[in-house]
């Protein structure tokens, strides 16, 4: 989104009072599946999907939670394909970011986003798991990162370990032409009515104000909690001085994976990685 001066959006911020849904469950874990809207900290309905892991023998305490990137939603195919992968090693839940799918409001492209993360992973709580690892795309791996510093110490609403699948490390990165033509999306009116009608994003008109908690901020105050970066060598959106300035900001309490021949975000990431991140999450997670 732009730095020049705009209209005012919240700022997206740890909220101690932080409740899930009321149709949040309680108990030990869940074993089917279930659907539902949840109410974020500032009133708006979030559609999340659990379902319990598939493979025999896999943790019932463990949950990923998945974070897709922008313009995606829970019912994308390729938000599907990583929540299968996953399910092999825990019970998985999915979530249509604000302005995504069936979500309501609109979408402030990772601010007010940690709003969400937080409330499907309160719920994710509220089903018997123990054990939470945020797993963020893109877009959803800088909400992953901010969610991660911001709810750090949040029984409820934290996380245990965190994935970031490339992200970008700082905010107003313009270098490459699809992150020029992202801009173009959000920041103009004719952009955002391609991302309305066209991608099923419903995207706000105001700009930050103030500027949310950089990604690279973000992750030099998430340890003590595990981290992973993933980014590929051959990323179109982001290069690797992003996945280093992030990794470098963990410090020990960082693992930077890059990985040869990868692209960018979901549609990159084959099955051999997203079941590498799988046993790195059991192998970390608490």
């Known amino acids: 989104m732009s730095n020049r001066p705009g209209g005012r959006v919240a700022r997206s911020t740890h909220r101690p009072d932080h409740r899930p849904h009321p149709e949040t469950p309680r108990g030990a874990p869940r074993r089917g599946p279930a659907r539902t809207f949840l109410r974020t900290a500032d009133g708006v309905l979030v559609d999340a999907v659990h379902e319990p892991g598939t493979a025999p023998g896999a943790p019932a305490d463990l949950v ?11 019912d994308r195919p390729h938000v599907r394909r990583i929540a299968a992968a996953l399910a092999r090693h825990g019970a998985v839940v999915t ?13 402030t492209v990772g601010d007010r986003e ?4 937080a409330a499907a992973v309160a719920w994710a709580r509220g089903f018997g798991h123990r054990r939470v690892v945020t797993v963020g795309f893109s877009m959803g791996g800088s909400v992953v990162l901010r969610h991660a510093a911001l709810y750090a110490g949040d029984d409820a609403a934290g996380t245990d370990a965190v994935v970031s699948v490339s992200s970008p490390a700082r905010w107003y990165y313009r270098g490459t032409a699809p992150m020029r033509r992202l801009h173009w999306l959000v920041m103009r009116p004719a952009g955002r009515l ?12 105001r700009d930050w104000d103030p500027v949310p908690l950089s990604p690279v901020e973000a992750a030099g105050r998430i340890a003590p909690t595990p981290l992973l970066v993933v980014h590929g060598d051959r990323d179109g959106y982001f290069p690797l001085d992003h996945p280093r300035m992030l990794a470098e900001a963990a410090g020990d309490h960082g693992e930077l994976w890059l990985e040869p021949g ?10 051999a990685l997203l079941h590498r991140i799988g046993d790195w999450a059991v192998a970390r997670a608490g």
Not at 95 to 107: D, E, I, T
Not at 194 to 204: A, D, F, Q
Not at 262 to 271: F, K, P, Q, V, W
């Open 64 to 74: 990923f939670v998945v974070a897709h990137g922008f313009t995606g939603d829970a």
């Open 95 to 107: 979530f249509s970011f604000r302005g995504h799918g069936a979500s309501g409001g609109r979408s």
């Open 114 to 117: 940690v709003l969400d993360l």
């Open 194 to 205: 391609v991302g309305r009608y066209g991608l099923r994003t419903r995207i706000h008109h």
């Open 262 to 271: 990868m692209g960018h975000a979901e549609n990159a990431s084959d099955e």
